[in-house]
């Protein structure tokens, strides 16, 4: 069983920053990517950022490009989102996920990110 564990979110101003992690624990084996969707209030949830294991390549969606970085530490089995020039549209529940080749995905409890204009 694999636990993601998400920390980071808060409340934040207009061009500021955050930084969340999620930590995965428990049989990891069979991983290939993690990532970041949000969803804000009545509106569904999106793709924010991705990270694979293969090449260490990484996907964002256009709204974050050049403002928010994925990065990830094998050791720690730990994924982070580096969020930076934060504006009120950013405001969600982020979520983050764990891909496995058994085609299963695991989710994360959420995390709020409020950014107040």
């Known amino acids: 069983q694999v636990q993601l564990v998400e920390s980071g979110g808060g409340l934040v101003q207009a061009g500021g920053s955050l930084r969340l992690s999620c930590a995965a624990s428990g049989r990891t084996f069979g991983s290939y990517a993690m990532g970041w969707f949000r969803q804000a209030p009545g509106k569904e949830r999106e793709i924010v950022a991705a990270?694979?294991?293969?090449?260490?390549?990484?996907y964002y969606a256009s709204s974050v490009k050049g403002r928010f970085t994925i990065s990830r530490d094998s050791a720690k089995n730990t994924v982070y989102l580096q969020m930076n020039s934060l504006n009120p549209w950013d405001t969600a529940v982020y979520y983050c996920?764990?891909?496995?080749?058994?085609?299963?995905?695991?989710w994360g409890q959420g995390t709020q990110v409020t950014v107040s204009s």
């Open positions: 996920y764990l891909d496995r080749t058994d085609n299963t995905r695991i």
């Open positions: 990270i694979y294991w293969s090449g260490s390549s990484t």
